[in-house]
């Protein structure tokens, strides 16, 4: 039932928010992960290991005594780990870090992670901004917007993916920072080599 409550909620805020543009995304996504593939800046080998690497993480936050959250969100971009969210101590930030460290094939660890707690209305406006980024990007011709994760937490957007020249990627920052509600952006965006 509470799935079924948030999933109604966010249909309502897609819609109200002005994001029709992201129905046929969010109906289609099991077709998404084929489309990314294709169009990602990134070879389907390199993929497939920063998707085992955040994975991974997820899985032995989740078993950590100390963090068991699923509220720190891992990307991966080429060994690369972006944690972003929000945790409740310094404590649990650090161990978050010390954990993706360790695992096998990650490069290096940026640390994102804000000190705190959000509300249930902070977590609505989040995915509200989050939706409007992205439907910019969608909307942006060049911008392969399926190659950007943004991820939103009390205002604070955090962009990571793969692009390949600097102009598209400033275009991208600019977007994200054109949204009501953003407080600040985060640029994990790489540029292919």
């Known amino acids: 039932m509470k799935h079924m409550i948030m999933g109604l909620a966010m249909a309502v805020m897609v819609f109200s928010a002005g994001c029709v543009p992201l129905a046929p995304l969010i109906v289609g996504a ?4 084929g489309y990314k593939v294709v169009t990602e800046e990134r070879t389907g080998a390199t993929q497939w290991e920063d998707s085992n690497i955040s ?3 997820k899985t032995e936050f989740v078993k950590d005594p100390l ?9 991966t971009v080429d060994g690369h780990v972006i944690l972003s969210g929000v945790v409740d101590s310094e404590l649990q930030s650090s ?4 954990i993706a460290e360790q695992y096998k094939g990650v490069k290096s660890v ?4 804000q000190i705190g707690s959000k509300s249930f209305g902070q977590a609505i406006d ?3 901004i989050g939706g409007k980024i992205k439907a910019k990007l969608i909307n942006e011709p060049g911008i392969s917007a399926l190659n950007i994760d943004v991820d939103v937490d009390i205002g604070r ?10 102009k598209i990627k400033n275009r991208i920052m600019e977007l994200a920072r054109e949204v009501q509600g953003v407080v600040d952006v985060v640029d994990n965006i790489r540029l292919t080599e």
């Open 55 to 57: 994975a991974s993480i």
């Open 30 to 33: 099991g077709a998404a992960g």
């Open 157 to 166: 957007v955090t962009l990571s993916g793969v692009v390949h020249s600097q």
């Open 95 to 98: 161990r978050a870090v010390e």
């Open 67 to 75: 963090i068991k959250s699923l509220k720190i969100d891992v990307d």
């Open 110 to 113: 940026k640390n994102n992670m």
């Open 126 to 128: 989040d995915k509200v």
